[in-house]
């Protein structure tokens, strides 16, 4: 029996005495569909989007159980995973009330080429699917762990911050594109004073930018410069955090992860709060969980790879590849780096994008067991520890 196996209950299950309940959830209404000991009927219900509602339907149905002479000693609730996040597994968790949360693309689902789709067979296929894995079958369907509302909310700046370099690449990109189209290519919007500079800036036929466009390259850079400081505040917030508690919560992880020449404060960031917080199994679940992993594709004599099976955290995946060519240049002497030029130097050009996975995948590993057995990655170079 492995540790930390969702894939599978590792709990006895009586289904005269438990009452299984499955959530579709919606943004206005929720359907509620129940298994109850010793009722016929399988009860499913509709109700506004209320987790009061929700726990006095359950003790309904408890009591209509207990009615027809039936003991209910336990009450397990599960719902897929989707916009409403963990927030009612922790409120039923906190009423005595097991609850679930259902990896969507774990659940098998039909391939017909028109599938109908309602509620009510929604409801039916996620009581099947919970059912089996309430029995310890496996590939019924696979649950994700529980995060806590603290461990959900200090992965936000780091994805706060994402965002907003993201959006400050597609207004320098939007602003460019607008000078080129007067035949302006030579100057740079990301200058400080690049706002006070674009009024006496002049095109190849002499003339100024028309009011309009001004107005609106003067908005994007404003709406720019606010980006820009919004970044600032949550690289300065993040670090004085590290500074005044070290030692509290996965500081010392964020930490001595970014003792690693190559591996800044901003992506030590990002992979302990995306993946190496977690209390994953093995080294297989920590490349799934990236989505790193290969997609073999097999049928009589055929086999073939499909390339990357792309299920997992797709920030984790494309910081990871970041990561991996930033490692080839600030850790040369390390075995990762020589592994990877030796795989690579007879190797057509475009097989350095391919290993490069590869690498990815080797150098989370090799992280993942730093961070938790204490192995330096061979050859690594670190900071001297503060």
């Not at 009061?52 to 408890?62: K, M, P, Q, S, V």
Request: proline share 4%.
């Amino acid at each position: 029996m492995r540790k930390n196996d969702l894939s599978r209950s590792l709990v006895a299950f009586d289904q005269d005495s438990t009452l299984v309940v499955v959530v579709e959830l919606s943004l206005k209404r929720w359907v509620v569909a129940g298994l109850v000991p010793g009722v016929a009927r399988d009860p499913l219900k509709k109700l506004e989007a209320d987790e009061d509602a929700l726990l006095n339907l359950l003790h309904r149905w408890r009591n209509e159980a207990v009615k027809v002479g039936k003991t209910i000693s336990r009450i397990v609730v599960a719902f897929e995973a989707g916009r409403d996040g963990f927030w009612l597994a922790r409120w039923l968790r906190a009423r005595q009330i097991e609850a679930y949360v259902i990896h969507p693309s774990s659940i098998p689902v039909s391939r017909e080429h028109r599938r109908t789709k309602t509620d009510r067979i929604d409801t039916q296929l996620l009581m099947r699917s919970f059912l089996g894995w309430l029995r310890g079958e496996r590939k019924h369907c696979s649950m994700a762990a529980i995060p806590s509302a603290a461990e959900e909310d200090a992965r936000r700046p780091n994805r706060e911050h994402q965002r907003l370099t993201e959006e400050a690449g597609a207004l320098i990109s939007r602003m460019k594109s607008t000078l080129v189209r007067f035949g302006i290519r030579k100057f740079n919007v990301k200058l400080v004073k690049a706002c006070q500079r674009i009024e006496a800036l002049r095109g190849p036929e002499g003339a100024p930018l028309p009011p309009n466009t001004l107005g609106e390259m003067q908005r994007d850079m404003a709406r720019l410069r606010l980006v820009r400081e919004q970044m600032k505040i949550i690289e300065k917030t993040r670090q004085q955090k590290l500074i005044k508690a070290p030692r509290q919560g996965t500081n010392p992880m964020v930490l001595m992860l970014a003792r690693v020449i190559g591996i800044g404060i901003e992506s030590a960031d990002m992979l302990v709060h995306e993946i190496l917080m977690r209390n994953l199994r093995d080294r297989r679940a920590v490349a799934r969980y990236a989505g790193i992993t290969g997609a073999p594709n097999e049928s009589g004599d055929k086999r073939r790879e499909k390339g990357l099976s792309r299920a997992g955290n797709a920030r984790v995946r494309r910081g990871l590849v970041q990561l991996a060519w930033r490692w080839l240049t600030f850790q040369k002497d390390s075995a990762l780096a020589r592994w990877y030029r030796q795989r690579t130097a007879s190797a057509r050009g475009d097989i350095r994008k391919t290993m490069i996975v590869a690498l990815a995948r080797k150098l989370l590993i090799a992280l993942w067991r730093y961070l938790t057995l204490g192995d330096v990655p061979q050859g690594a170079v670190l900071r001297p520890a503060q």
